[in-house]
């Protein structure tokens, strides 16, 4: 038997286990070929048949509907940053932005060199505790799109509710990607790094509507057009062959969870379990999100000091509870209980957090 901890990465992160077993027993050999999938041609049949199953797996777990385009590119969610701005906004257009913290400001950034951006709400004054309300959200005239961080990674805080502006949504999904509905009617596009909730690091999924892609700029690399990549369906270099492969399967394995809304439910039942710990201990846990926001992806907490913190950390260690540290950004605790997260994993962290209060009072 393999020996597996319980691993709280905010990504790179936990697969389900029946995932990485199958690619063990299919990679030197994939189905009879005499070589492993990453050994032969993206063009030929084995390779093919890969792709474009996972395409259809996208589709069809999370309820991408046909006026959409689905994209395997490189660069991760980073490169999105840029390639949005690049390819949505004409000269006149702007591009409103959600500051909801560290991966907004990272989008906000790059989109800076492209096009005219704004911030049309902004969480640095309550120090990215919470997502804003619709109402709160200031779309100014000539606005493209309004841009927006499903899930901070970091601050562990969501959208509970999608905003319901009179712009399209652009979505960074990375880190709540596939782990509740969209509605596809408010998005232009969605993207995000697949080393979350999809599979492995080297590539991002985006999902745009096929007539955003068709208008885009073309005064650019050719790499960095959406309509290209989606004329040559991915494969207009070399895709990313080991992340797509890994990610048909991790998306077969939602498929038969109960897709999206199984991983929903899931979400909110292994979050919940968390936050109770952290309600029910008398302020001896923190959570400094507000309640609206809490992410059911990251959830973050504090202890009563640095040095609790401290010993928390090497006592889950040795439980086999890793990679609970918060950001070095932010300190604190942080626990990454993506889709493949099993729910014994979090139980297993709930005991640990009772056990430890009772060994170290405040
Ligand atoms: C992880 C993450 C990113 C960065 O993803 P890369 O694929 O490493 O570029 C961007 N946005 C969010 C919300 C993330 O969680």
């Not at 502006?165 to 960074?172: A, N, T, Y």
């Not at 596939?178 to 999809?198: H, I, T």
């Not at 998306?251 to 968390?274: C, H, S």
């Not at 309640?291 to 040795?318: C, I, Q, Y």
Request: glycine letters at 10%; hydrophobic letters at 40%; aromatic letters at 10%.
């Amino acid at each position: 038997m393999t020996e597996r901890v319980h691993n709280f990465s905010a990504g790179p992160c936990t697969l389900p286990l029946s995932v990485l077993e199958e690619g063990q027993a299919e990679f030197v050999d994939y189905h009879g070929a005499g070589m492993s999938l990453i050994e032969m041609s993206h063009r030929g049949k084995h390779f093919v048949a890969v792709h474009e199953e996972a395409i259809d797996l996208v589709r069809t777990v999370y309820g991408v509907p046909d006026e959409f385009d689905v994209l395997f590119l490189q660069g991760g969610a980073t490169l999105q940053f840029a390639m949005v701005p690049m390819n949505l906004l004409k000269s006149g257009e702007r591009g409103a932005y959600v500051n909801s913290g560290t991966w907004a400001k990272g989008a906000i950034a790059d989109a800076q060199h492209y096009g005219d951006v704004y911030t049309a709400w902004d969480g640095t004054d309550c120090n990215f505790t919470r997502m804003p309300n619709t109402g709160e959200i200031e779309i100014q005239s000539g606005t493209r799109y309004l841009h927006l961080t499903s899930n901070e990674t970091i601050g562990g805080i969501r959208f509970g509710d999608w905003p319901k502006v009179d712009v399209p949504l652009v979505g960074d999904m990375s880190s709540d990607y596939m782990s509740r509905p969209v509605p596809w009617d408010r998005f232009d596009l969605v993207y995000g790094g697949a080393q979350k909730n999809l599979g492995p690091a080297g590539m991002a999924l985006v999902i745009i509507r096929k007539t955003v892609a068709r208008e885009n700029n073309q005064n650019i690399g050719r790499y960095l057009r959406y309509d290209i990549q989606a004329d040559k369906d991915s494969m207009f270099n070399t895709p990313p062959v080991f992340p797509i492969y890994m990610l048909g399967k991790v998306l077969k394995w939602m498929r038969d969870q109960g897709g999206v809304e199984a991983m929903e439910r899931q979400a909110e039942d292994k979050a919940g379990i968390l936050y109770r710990a952290i309600d029910d201990s008398g302020g001896y846990y923190r959570c400094p999100v507000d309640v609206d926001s809490r992410s059911v992806m990251n959830v973050v907490f504090r202890l009563p000091s640095e040095d609790l913190e401290k010993t928390f950390l090497s006592g889950a260690d040795a439980a086999g509870l890793l990679n609970l540290k918060g950001h070095r950004s932010v300190g604190g605790i942080r626990a990454s209980i993506y889709n493949a997260m099993p729910k014994e994993g979090v139980q297993a962290l709930a005991s640990f957090m009772s056990d430890f209060q009772g060994a170290h009072p405040a």
